[in-house]
């Protein structure tokens, strides 16, 4: 069954169509034509829009029935066919426009059962929806709040996106990078208030949000009676100012300053938004005088959020402050094996690895590697091997390949140094080493995503924390813009870092 997006310029209905059509055959390719013919064929109507797969039943018994036998089911085929991003709901079929209208504007989509595959309106939100796993690092969501009833005076409510579920500890991949700040959730999850505000950063695609979720996932369990609220830092800013706006600031209030887990993802866009920062800061002192627990997290350290006001940046680094690195090579490759099995893959080893290596170490990069050579696989009716990798995956790997190399920093500071090459990679301690192996630590930071064990490994075997002194030692060094040894002569810091990066832009 070839693999079906839509493309640019054909008709919606057109192509909605057919892509019911692809996924009624991936569901008789999955449970068999007489069980399909029996319960499904033309008895419930399959309706897809973008990413989302209804189910209409006739009847409430078949709706129960399909619903309890054959969600698993449909819900493979639907993942092959759209993506795992897909998301299924069932219903009731409404006859007529006229039946939902006089059933006092549910909200529910009115559809004619004489004309089950035409194109439908987007879906409501449902609570009889799938869940939709995660795979090792969790995607964004759209907010959840739990144990709390919205009022008709209370700002509009955060809901949890439809067809999924939050992300849980146990699918989240350990290594070296993210350890600590793992650790510290799991802490946080099992003891809400003991250590108020945690605070985790990092580039994209390492897996905040995944912890976060988790936190709020593992806390609902623990702590069943306790309210918990997730949202994102723009979220919390719409509804701050739709409160303002229609005079429904007090409940707003009570809504987040009532939590006994308050959880924000994204905190560098409240960036610039003075009014939000402030009822923001308010909002975090209150949770603190109660001995309440909230959690956050951003692409950057409190430091770096200096834009926020001191204030705001001193309350969010004085609990628990823990970066997340981008995962070592082990750990990209364990990224890969997890996508795989998702979509029931098993890619061979050689091709796990060579993922790992060639495409940028990024959770959602990775995934999306796996998910377009499975497609690619599925649609040419090819094996999954090396070959096909390289030549379905040729411009992920080129753009990666574009980027700054450990091994292209090695070679740019020995030649500026007059050191021999790959010297940098002994583990030899002389004064002449020591500061350009540093300084290639720094510059590895800068211009790699690599993670700090990698670039430990690299320059000579290395612990991550020599890498992170190294970072700091250097830090210092260009504050004071000092001279160091190059071939031989005194040459300022800002000098030599010139000369370098002249030598990585120039390849």
């Not at 795989?340 to 990775?366: F, N, Q, S, Y």
């Not at 450990?406 to 301690?429: H, M, N, T, W, Y």
């Amino acid at each position: 069954m070839a693999f079906v997006r839509k493309t640019r310029g054909m008709d919606a209905t057109h192509a909605g169509t057919d892509i019911e059509q692809l996924l009624r055959v991936a569901i008789i390719e999955q449970i068999g034509q007489d069980r399909f013919d029996l319960w499904l064929g033309n008895r419930c109507a399959l309706l897809v829009h973008g990413d989302r797969v209804m189910v209409e039943c006739a009847n409430q018994l078949k709706l129960d029935w399909v619903r309890s036998h054959l969600r698993h089911d449909v819900e493979v085929a639907m993942r092959k066919t759209l993506g795992q991003q897909a998301v299924l709901e069932f219903r009731l079929r409404r006859e007529t426009p006229a039946v939902a209208n006089a059933a006092g504007g549910s909200g529910k989509i009115a559809t004619s059962s004489a004309s089950p595959a035409a194109d439908p309106l987007p879906f409501p939100a449902s609570s009889e929806v799938s869940a939709d796993p995660h795979g090792g690092f969790a995607s964004k969501s759209t907010g959840a709040d739990v144990n709390h009833r919205p009022s008709s005076s209370s700002p509009r409510e955060p809901q949890s996106s439809p067809g999924r579920k939050f992300a849980a500890f146990s699918s989240f991949i350990v290594g070296d990078g993210n350890r600590v700040a793992y650790t510290a959730a799991e802490m946080v999850a099992q003891r809400p208030g003991s250590v108020s505000p945690l605070f985790i950063y990092g580039p994209h695609g390492v897996g905040k949000t995944h912890l976060l979720e988790s936190v709020w996932t593992q806390t609902r369990q623990t702590h069943p009676r306790l309210r918990t609220v997730y949202l994102s830092a723009e979220q919390f800013t719409s509804y701050f100012l739709e409160a303002l706006g229609g005079k429904g600031l007090p409940s707003f209030r009570r809504k987040y300053r009532d939590a006994g887990l308050l959880v924000i993802d994204d905190v560098q866009f409240l960036l610039g938004k003075r009014a939000t920062l402030v009822e923001l800061k308010s909002t975090l002192d209150h949770l603190a005088q109660q001995g309440r627990q909230f959690a956050l997290a951003a692409d950057r350290s409190p430091q770096e959020l200096a834009e926020m006001g001191p204030e705001l940046t001193a309350r969010l680094g004085a609990g628990l402050v823990c970066g997340i690195a981008t995962p070592e090579p082990k750990i990209r490759g364990k990224i890969v094996t997890q996508a795989a099995a998702a979509l029931g893959l098993k890619i061979p080893t050689p091709v796990c690895d060579w993922l790992a290596e060639h495409i940028a170490p990024d959770a959602r990069m990775l995934s999306g590697a796996v998910n377009r050579l499975w497609a690619t696989s599925v649609a040419h009716g090819r094996k999954i091997d090396l070959s096909l990798a390289e030549e379905c995956l040729s411009d992920l790997t080129a753009t990666a390949g574009a980027a700054v190399r450990l091994k292209d920093i090695d070679k740019a500071v020995c030649e500026v140094f007059g050191l021999p090459a790959r010297s940098l990679q002994s583990d030899r301690k002389i004064r002449k080493l020591v500061y350009p192996r540093m300084l290639a630590m720094w510059l590895a930071r800068k211009h790699t995503r690599s993670a700090l064990t990698e670039i430990g490994e690299y320059f000579g075997r290395r612990s991550h924390s020599t890498v992170i002194s190294a970072e700091r030692k250097v830090g210092t060094w260009m504050d004071k813009n000092e001279s160091l040894d190059c071939a031989g002569a005194k040459t300022r810091l800002s000098e030599a870092l010139g000369k370098i990066e002249q030598r990585l832009r120039s390849g």
